[in-house]
C-alpha cells in the first residue's frame, strides 16, 4: 500500500471514531419514530387506512375508533422523543423539543378529522339535514332583507 493510501485509511478511520455515540443514537431513534408514523399515516393496515375504510362504509363510530388509536399511537411517539436523554449532544435538547412540538403539530392536525367526522355523521341523517337547510335558508332570509351600509 501506498503511504498516501494509509494516511487517508487512518484518516477515515478518525473521523469516524469521532462521532458521538449518544448523537448517534438520538439520530437512529428520531428516524425510527419518523418510520412509525409513516406507518401510522400510510401503512397497510395502519389506523389512518383503517379510518378510511371505515368512511367508505359509512361506519362513524370504527371511524372515530381509528382517530383515537391514531391519537395514542402519537402520544407514544411524543412521550418517547421526550424521554430521550441527549447528554451533550450539541443542539440535542433543540432537536428533540423540535421534533417534539412537530409531532404534536402533526398530531393536532390529524385528530381534527373527529370533527370533520361528527359533521359528516349529522349531514348523513335526513332529519338533521332538513333542520341545517332550514336554518341556512332562514339565516340567508334574514340578511337579504337587510341592507348594509358601510360607515363613512
Sequence with gaps: ?????????????VMASCQSKKAIHLKTVLEQKKRTVFNIMLGK??????????????DFKCAQQAITE???AFDKIISEINALETGDVKYGNELKSATSNYYKAFKEGE????LIIAQQQISQ?????????NAAMHKQGNYQGKSWKCAK
Design 111 to 114: 385528530i381534527f378529522d373527529r
Design 70 to 72: 391514531k391519537e395514542k
Design 125 to 133: 341523517n335526513k332529519t338533521n339535514t332538513e333542520k341545517v337547510r
Design 1 to 13: 500500500m501506498k503511504p498516501g493510501n494509509i494516511f487517508l485509511a487512518m484518516l477515515i478511520l
Design 45 to 58: 393496515n395502519g389506523p389512518n387506512e383503517r379510518k378510511l375504510k371505515c368512511l367508505i362504509d359509512g
